[in-house]
């Protein structure tokens, strides 16, 4: 054993790195459960809020609410981004997760259409925007944070583990709504059960916030906060990493939703799942989804950033139709656990690197906003509308239509990959940190 001074202050240095990865990324788990905590109890809760309508319709009322979330990110990207470039990765990433505590309270003691009307759904959208600005902020800040006390070298495999939080938040919220579905009936479950995964998301978020209090500040957030910094003057100096990130998530976040949560409905809805079967499926396909993000990034760190964007666009763009035609006739969880997870093997290349490759793009003084803005923007627009654009394809007879309008945007993501550098070799991080 190497007990030298060097491998001893080596050694103190990891065990920071990650508990600061740990930190930072607990926030994100909790951040990312809650907002999909609607999403999958919205099966059981539409037509308590939305009764008018069929299925579909009620579904599609939800998913309306859901994409609301996603339409005031840009605002909780430019916000929490300006903040954490100002005052500080940290305090910005203990702001956001209060935020999103409080969203999820008002959800879980929230009175249903029969009881106040009209204001229920109106209170429901409002408390969806409430999450919505949380998140939003929330990307930016732990991506650039995560990123910045990553290892030179080794940035890939640390910053994967943004998605390994961001996927095991939707993969709790799965497992809640599982043991929930063993331990009430079905009744139940739509007249208050759907509830607790709000209470238990809100607990879980004061944890968080004593978790974030003990982060340390990055050296490039301590070194960044100039006059300009955080400002959409000085993001606006930075056009082709602005389109990057826009091109970027476009295609990644639209394949990333339309193959884990607008899946959930999918396999109801169109393949005859039980919501149960359904619910079980998912939460093995999540399980293994978020095991495979720390060899992703570890790849990346190996073979290039660009490299992994590039797989991502071109494997996308030829397996979607196939893919989601072949999920929508299967009768059986087992191949159709197989067929998702082969998709999301694709969107992969992605979301292991995303927040890093974003990062990498930026300078310290507008890092939190250049990732935060760009990425809500298109998330909104995008990501945030899959389950709506899918559930509006089905509504009009022509399903399909959803499978390529989702492979077009494999094709932007492949084109903005082969337009963006190598950041692996050179980037803005290793030069602050002085590593090739």
Known sequence: MDTSPQAFDEAADRRRRILAIIGGSSGNLVEWYDFYAYSFTALYFAPLFFPAGDRTTQLLSAAGVFAVGFLVRPIGGWFFGRLADRRGRRF??????????????VIAILPTHAGIGLAAPVLLTLARLAQGLSVGGEYGTSATYMSEVAAPGHRGFYASFQYVTLIGGQL???LVIVLLELLVTEAQMRAWGWRIPFVVGAAAAIVALFL??????????????????????????HPKPLLLVLGLTAGG???????????????????GFAAKTTSATMAVVLLVFMLAQPAFGALS????????????????????????????????????????????????????????????????????LGVGLP????????????????????????ESGFFWYVACFFVLALLTAWAMPETRIESHLSREHGAR
């Open 253 to 271: 976040s639209l394949s990333f939703y339309t193959f884990t949560t607008f899946m959930q409905k999918y396999l109801v809805n169109t393949a």
């Open 301 to 368: 760190d190996h073979v290039g950033r660009r490299t992994m964007l590039l797989a991502f666009g071109a494997l996308g763009a030829v397996m979607t139709v196939p893919v989601m035609t072949a999920i929508g006739r299967v009768d059986s969880p087992v191949i159709a656990a197989l067929l998702v997870l082969g998709a999301l093997a694709v969107v992969s290349c992605y979301t292991s690197i995303s927040g890093l490759v974003k990062a990498e793009l930026f300078p310290g003084e507008v890092r939190a």
């Open 92 to 105: 910005a990433m203990m702001t956001s997760v209060l935020l999103m505590c409080f969203g999820s309270l």
């Open 172 to 174: 709790l919220a799965v």
């Open 212 to 237: 974030r209090r003990a982060l340390h500040e990055t050296q490039s957030a301590s070194a960044a906060r100039r006059p300009e910094a955080g400002s959409l003057r000085g993001l606006l100096r």
């Open 375 to 398: 990425y809500a923007i298109a998330n909104a627009l995008f990501g945030g509308t899959a389950e709506y654009v899918g559930l509006w394809f089905k509504s009009i007879g022509a």
